[in-house]
């Protein structure tokens, strides 16, 4: 009986750890729901979690002064199962890499793409993926930046709804994406890569 007991104890803590190789990378692509929503179908993804980041103000908030900053989604995976250049392939086909006045229907700085790099190794893996989509539009400029890390703000408090929007309110969740047309101009951009 005794030993039954450990084993339910030890398992149940196991669960509620996180990986022990858990990374994180960082990346800008317009309305952070829909960032969210999209990375965390990714399987090897633990979390992601909806924030700002790339400006100088501390503790932005969405209803406030977040001027600088970049709406962002840090991604938390186990690189056992998906690696950081997984996620900058499946991060390029869920942005229009052509816009320099936001995403879809949302314009203005808070909304542009970005990829912001924690290190070396990263740097180079996105300046990579960057010239592989600058080489497949030849006629066409890229303008989405490959960015040093800056402190990442998630969204908290009594805007805390913003996470995981997708699943509290997918009625209009799914409205506000059909509407702002981010689909189509994903599957316009990206044809059968496209993951939506």
């Not at 803590?13 to 858990?22: D, K, M, R, T, V």
């Not at 300046?127 to 539009?137: D, L, M, N, P, W």
């Given at each position: 009986m005794k030993k039954k007991w450990y084993v339910l104890l030890v398992a149940g803590?196991?669960?509620?750890?996180?990986?022990?190789?858990?990374?994180?990378?960082?990346?800008a692509g317009g309305c952070f729901w829909c960032m969210e929503s999209d990375f965390e179908k990714l399987n090897g993804v633990t979390e992601v979690i909806s924030g700002f980041t790339g400006g100088s103000i501390e503790d932005p908030i969405y209803n406030g002064n977040h001027q600088g900053h970049y709406e962002a989604v840090e991604v938390t995976y186990d690189p056992a199962i998906i690696s950081y250049?997984?996620?900058?392939?499946?991060y390029w086909v869920n942005i229009d890499p052509f816009d320099d006045r936001g995403q879809f229907c949302d314009k203005g700085h808070s909304y542009l793409s970005a990829i912001f790099v924690a290190n070396e190794h990263e740097r180079r893996l996105a300046?990579?993926?960057?010239?592989?989509?600058?080489?497949?539009?030849p006629t066409r400029t890229v303008v989405t930046p490959i960015l040093d890390a800056k402190t990442f703000y998630p969204i908290k408090g009594d805007e805390s709804y913003h996470q995981d929007f997708y699943k509290k309110s997918p009625v209009r969740y799914k409205f506000y994406r059909w509407n702002c047309g981010r689909d189509q101009r994903l599957k316009a951009i990206w044809g059968a890569k496209a993951t939506h």
């Open positions: 803590l196991l669960a509620n750890i996180s990986p022990a190789f858990a990374d994180k990378a960082i990346f250049q997984d996620l900058l392939n499946y300046e990579e993926s960057r010239r592989v989509v600058v080489e497949q539009f």
